[in-house]
C-alpha cells in the first residue's frame, strides 16, 4: 500500500511531467491512468475506469471517462480550453464542459449516474459535487497537486470527500485563534455541537469555581444559563 509521503512524490513527479502539455483527444487516457497509478495505487486501471462510453442524446455521445465504483464522471479538454467557458456542440448548442458532462449524466439510468463531476484541462481540475449541483465547484490545480493530492481522494474511495482542504483551513484558523485566548484554557474536547454551542458546561458552581481557579479565567467571562429539566 502506497504511503502518503510515497504519494507526495509520485504527485510532483506527475505534476511536472504534465507541466505545459496535454491533448484531450491524444492523451487524456494516458494523464488519468497514470494519475490513478501511480499517485493512488491503482492497480488494474483498464477495470477501474472506463474510456468513451456511449451516452444516448438525440444522437450517440461518448462519455470521456467514468469510475463507477465510485460515482465519478470526467469531461476533459485539452490544455488553455476554459473550464467556464461555452464551447458549441455537435447539434449546435453552445455549453460549458460541466453543462455537457450534466447533459450525459442526464441521459444515464439512475443508478449510474455519478455522485462527483470532474472538468479537466491538465492544468486544472474542477469538481462539482452534485449533492449541490448548483453550487460552486472546488478547484485544484495541477501544480499544487503536491500538497493538495489527497482533495482528489473522492476519486478512489466512495468516502471521500474533496473539501478537506476548507477543514485544514478552519482546523488551522482554530490553532490561531486559540493562541489569542486571555487565559490558559484546554481545547474544547467535544468540539461545536448543538447540545451546547461549542462551551464549556458546569452543573455546579463550585466546578466553576475550580475551573476558574486553575485556568486564572475571571469570572465575567462566564454566565448562568436557564436549567431544565426532562418532563
Sequence with gaps: MITEKQQKV???????????????????????????????????????????????????????AMIHSTHVMIEQKSLGKNLRQPIKQADGTPLTPYEQAQRYRLALPYSQQPRWIVTCNFAEFDIYDMENPNGEPSRILLKDLEREFYRLDFLVKQQGIHLQKELEVSMKASEIVGKLYICDVPKIGIGNKPIDGGNYLFEKEDHLRIFMTQYSCPRNFFWHTAKTTEP
Design 10 to 64: 509520485a504527485a510532483a513527479a506527475f505534476a511536472k511531467r504534465w507541466e505545459g502539455k496535454g491533448y484531450e483527444k491524444g492523451e487524456s487516457q494516458t494523464f488519468w491512468i497514470e494519475l490513478l497509478t501511480q499517485i493512488f495505487d491503482i492497480e488494474t486501471p483498464s477495470e477501474f475506469i472506463k474510456f468513451e462510453e456511449k451516452a444516448h442524446l438525440d444522437h450517440t455521445s461518448f462519455v470521456d
